[in-house]
């Protein structure tokens, strides 16, 4: 079984910074994309960032500038890196990641989400 299990969140002041991490065990062959997404009521779960095995990467709008998404593959983990935070920074963050297991399966997960708060 493969799962993917995020840290890192919590309350930060504005302009402040926090680096979530999500790290993914179990029998993995490989792992290709890796992201971060974020969701608050009411709301759809918005695309923060994405990168690939390669390290490419792919940022929204609102996150351009301030946020740093990167990937250790020895580790099989993902960051993001936040800085400049802001109030409407404030969301659950779930990390997603497209799996090849040992197995040969190809899998999509997604992580139990990590609470950011950014009090205005």
């Known amino acids: 079984q493969v799962q993917l299990v995020e840290s890192g969140g919590g309350l930060v002041q504005a302009g402040g910074s926090l680096r979530l991490s999500c790290a993914a065990s179990?029998?993995?062959?490989?792992?290709?994309?890796m992201g971060w997404y974020r969701q608050t009521p009411g709301k759809q779960r918005e695309l923060v960032a994405t990168i690939t095995d390669s390290r490419s990467t792919n940022y929204a709008d609102s996150a351009k500038g301030r946020f740093t998404i990167s990937r250790d593959n020895a580790k099989n983990t993902v960051y993001l890196q936040m800085n400049s935070l802001k109030p409407e920074d404030t969301a659950v963050y779930y990390c997603?990641?497209?799996?090849?297991?040992?197995?040969?399966?190809?899998?999509?997960?997604w992580g139990q989400g990590t609470l950011v708060t950014v009090p205005s």
């Open positions: 997603n990641a497209a799996v090849v297991t040992s197995e040969l399966l190809y899998l999509e997960l």
């Open positions: 179990g029998s993995i062959f490989r792992l290709n994309m």
